[in-house]
């Protein structure tokens, strides 16, 4: 194994693996970046090239290209190895033991299958059924042969079983290819084709390596039922973080320190058409504080490109509203209705790179809106208009900027600037309170650095447990009410909500998240102890609760204790009703304390 890892250090640079996530700039001797772990606007993240390791200053992550590659991609040491040994071209030498290997052999598979099926799409279009009935339309909407072929698009014949078929010749089993979405399970136990006469684009991620598909119903097929079917969430892909033509894009959005965001797969494909290389498209209409994270790696420049339809104009206030947020400097093109990015690149693409190039900042759009909206001649309109503009200067993070559009908002309604501000102010407040009160519920109970430990390990037992045996999960479900707070803890809560989704199946909660393998693993160790301490099969139901009961006992005892000073401190204020409530509330924990012995 040593020599592996040293023969891939030996063929890799780091500044190249590094630099296919980060945007690097030679400083000296060495790289720096804005640091891909934590959020940043001043880059202290370093690559050094000689010494073939990175550091952060800010918050202190450093090591090698595998570190770099497990953190950056959330993967376990021997995946990393395999990735990097395949960019290597390194053949590796030690087979991994059965049991070890599973996990990267799952997902070097179900990437190997989503490339072949990706090629088996591509040929339909290109030498099958798809060369009369699809590229027409592709090339009548302004694509070259060479966009279409750099996007890897495919076509899938009608029938139920053509991918299906097609990959068990190529030796999968019906199981494996289920986990990459491209087949479904019937009732009956039957498996089929999830996409049936489609046109198919391929989706990658920051690698280029195909996660799932997204497809669009045949032109002149009937386009009112399902235009668009994708990929469900599986283990490779998860709607949250993708982001469409990302592998084609990352150089260009470094290069010129921008990324324009647009809605649909097409105004992607149609802009690279157009030279327009630094776009990309979110799945779903908004944007989503992962989709922000991996752009920033690239860019700290974001330009909103969306219709100006309803939806359109809703997803794209939404999405400004994260960026101001994430301190990301975001300018926002709306389009007169009923255009498209595709339509204007195929008709005219100088007319595209002008419309990208005159991007106003976002704030000025909000302005623009706003004025249309409201008739701001009239007091009240002029106060909705304003308060309008003023929830988004309130998620601007700068003060400097903010007080400057702050003065520019002041200046264009022609109020005091003092009012605006004051609308400013109210709007953060009221952010705060409800953020306030929130970490206060959660800060209700506050523990010493032991106990706190003491109910970690209880809680992590009920977690546990509720993976390994789905019945429990359920039954724990079904009665959530009998288990007071303790359901409201973090992972417990979500065991909660996505329980039902999933069938209270682990396999299935766990390929929603792939963050979630560590504690499969834990989980499954935890069935298999149980099962040799209780031979007899024990009750897991019955344990469960017990350890639910002693969480709830400790919750218990420890508000009792905080009700008692505040008991105390109410009396020395002579409040006497505070103190009756207080009393009853003392009593009512009490109870259920004993009554849970
Ligand atoms: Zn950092």
Sequence with gaps: MNSDVELIKSR???????????????????????????????????????KQFYHCFGCGQAGDIFSFVMEIESIGFRDALIMLADKAGVELQNNFSKNEGESQDTKKRLYNILELTTKFYEKQLWDGGGKKKVLPYLRGRGLSDETIKKFRLGYVPDGWNHANNFLKKNGFENEIILQTGTIIKSDKGSYYDRFRNRIMFPISDVLGRVIGFTSRVLPGDDESQAKYINTPETYLYHKSNVLYGIDHAKKEIKQKNAVVV??????????????????????????????????????????????????????ARRSALFCLDADVQTSMILLTEGKDAADIAKTNPEELRDI??????????????????????????????????????????????????????????????????????????????????????????????????????????????????????????????????????????????????CGFSVGEFVSN????????????????????EHEDGGSPIEDTETYISIAMENLNKRRIEMLVNKMDEAESNGDYDTQKKILEQISKLSQQVISNK
């Excluded at 400057?404 to 309170?433: G, H, P, S, T, Y």
């Excluded at 929130?438 to 430990?453: A, G, I, P, R, Y």
């Excluded at 546990?464 to 009998?482: D, G, Q, R, S, T």
């Excluded at 963050?515 to 069935?527: F, G, H, I, T």
């Design 12 to 50: 890799t640079n780091i500044v190249d693996i590094v630099g296919e996530y980060v945007k690097l700039t030679k400083a000296g001797s060495s790289f720096k970046a804005c640091c891909p772990f934590h959020s940043e606007k001043t880059p202290s993240f370093n690559v050094n090239e000689e």
């Design 262 to 315: 647009v809605e649909g797969n097409m105004d992607v494909i149609a802009s690279h058409e157009s030279n327009i290389i630094n776009t990309i498209a979110v799945s779903g209409t908004a944007m989503t504080d992962e989709h922000i994270k991996i752009l920033k790696r690239y860019t700290n420049h974001f330009i909103l490109f969306f219709d100006a339809d309803a939806a359109g104009q809703v997803a």
């Design 356 to 501: 990208i190039k005159n991007a106003k900042n976002v704030m000025e759009v909000f302005m623009d809106i706003a004025e249309d909206k409201y008739d701001i001649n009239d007091p009240h309109g002029k106060r909705e208009a304003i308060e309008d503009v003023a929830e988004a200067m309130a998620n601007i993070v700068n003060d400097i900027e903010r007080g400057e559009w702050m003065i520019k908002c002041a200046k264009r309604f022609d109020v005091d600037e003092r009012l605006v501000n004051n609308a400013i102010q109210k709007i953060i407040e009221e952010k705060q309170k409800s953020q306030q009160s929130f970490v206060q519920d959660t800060q209700v109970v506050q523990m010493s650095k032991s106990e706190q430990s003491q109910m970690q390990r209880i809680y992590k037992s009920i977690i546990l447990m509720m993976m390994a045996y789905p019945h429990v999960w359920e039954h724990i479900y079904n009665n959530k009410e009998k288990y007071g707070q303790v359901v409201d803890q973090k992972n417990i809560s979500v065991l909660m909500r996505e329980g039902p989704e």
């Design 513 to 532: 998240d792939s963050s979630r393998e560590q504690l499969y693993k834990a989980a499954m160790n935890m069935q298999q102890k149980y099962e040799t």
